[in-house]
T-cell receptor, first 115, second 112 residues
C-alpha cells in the first residue's frame, strides 16, 4: 500500500478565514512533506518533517503553519491567506530512514481557492 | 544552480513510442525519478533510477541515464491515450530526508 490521503479535496476560503489541510499515511514513513503547485508549474517544496520534527522550512510565510501531531498525520494550518496563495497543495511521505530508497509518494492534493 | 530542464510539449500518435528528455544539474544526485500528473490530480510515481545505473526497464517504460551529460530520458513504448499527462523528472539531493528538485514538466499529448 503506497497511499497518501488528503482532505479536503477542494477548499474555498476568504482572506480572514482560518482553515486546515490534513494529510495521512499508514506506510510507517517517518518523513512527510508539503508542496505548493501553481497551474502548469512543478511542485515547490514548503516544509519537511522528519520523525515529527520540522527539518526544512523553505522560507514559507507565517500565514502557513505546519503541524505533525504524530508519525501518520501532517496538517497545514492556514490563516489570513492572500489570493495568490490559491494553488494545489500536495502532501508526500517517504521512509525517511537511512538504508531505504527515499522515494516520495504523493497524495491527490487539496485544491485551494482564496477569495 | 538547481534548474532541471524539460521540453514543454510532446505530441505523438497512439501506438508510437514517446521519449521525454530531462537535463539536471546536480552531479551528486543519488536517485532520479519520473512522476506522472493527470489533470487535477496528484503526482504518481512511475519509476526511478539509481545514479550508478545506465538503464532501467519496467514494462513499457525505459529510463536511460547519461551521468556524464546529466541527461535523463523516459521512453514509453506503445503509447496510449491514457498516457496523456504532464511528466516531471526530479532529482534528489540530500540524505534520508531528501529534497526533490522537479523539472519544468513535459505535457504529453497522445493523438488517437
Amino acid at each position: 500500500d503506497t497511499e497518501v490521503t488528503q482532505t479536503p479535496k477542494h477548499l474555498v476560503m476568504g482572506m480572514t478565514n482560518k482553515k486546515s489541510l490534513k494529510c495521512e499515511q499508514h506506510m510507517g514513513h517517518r518523513a512527510m512533506y508539503w508542496y505548493k503547485q501553481k497551474a502548469k508549474k512543478p511542485p515547490e517544496l514548503m516544509f519537511v518533517y522528519s520523525y515529527e520534527k520540522l527539518s526544512i522550512n523553505e522560507s514559507v510565510p507565517s500565514r502557513f503553519s505546519p503541524e505533525c501531531p504524530n508519525s501518520s498525520l501532517l496538517n497545514l494550518h492556514l490563516h489570513a491567506l492572500q489570493p495568490e496563495d490559491s494553488a494545489l497543495y500536495l502532501c508526500a511521505s517517504s521512509h525517511g530512514t537511512s538504508g531505504f530508497t527515499d522515494t516520495q509518494y504523493f497524495g491527490p492534493g487539496t485544491r485551494l481557492t482564496v477569495l | 544552480g538547481e534548474d532541471v530542464e524539460q521540453s514543454l510539449f510532446l505530441s505523438v500518435r497512439e501506438g508510437d513510442s514517446s521519449v521525454i528528455n530531462c537535463t539536471y544539474t546536480d552531479s551528486s544526485s543519488t536517485y532520479l525519478y519520473w512522476y506522472k500528473q493527470e489533470p487535477g490530480a496528484g503526482l504518481q510515481l512511475l519509476t526511478y533510477i539509481f545514479s550508478n545505473m545506465d538503464m532501467k526497464q519496467d514494462q513499457r517504460l525505459t529510463v536511460l541515464l547519461n551521468k556524464k551529460d546529466k541527461h535523463l530520458s523516459l521512453r514509453i513504448a506503445d503509447t496510449q491515450t491514457g498516457d496523456s499527462a504532464i511528466y516531471f523528472c526530479a532529482e534528489s539531493i540530500g540524505g534520508a530526508t531528501n529534497k526533490l528538485i522537479f523539472g519544468t514538466g513535459t505535457l504529453l499529448a497522445v493523438q488517437p
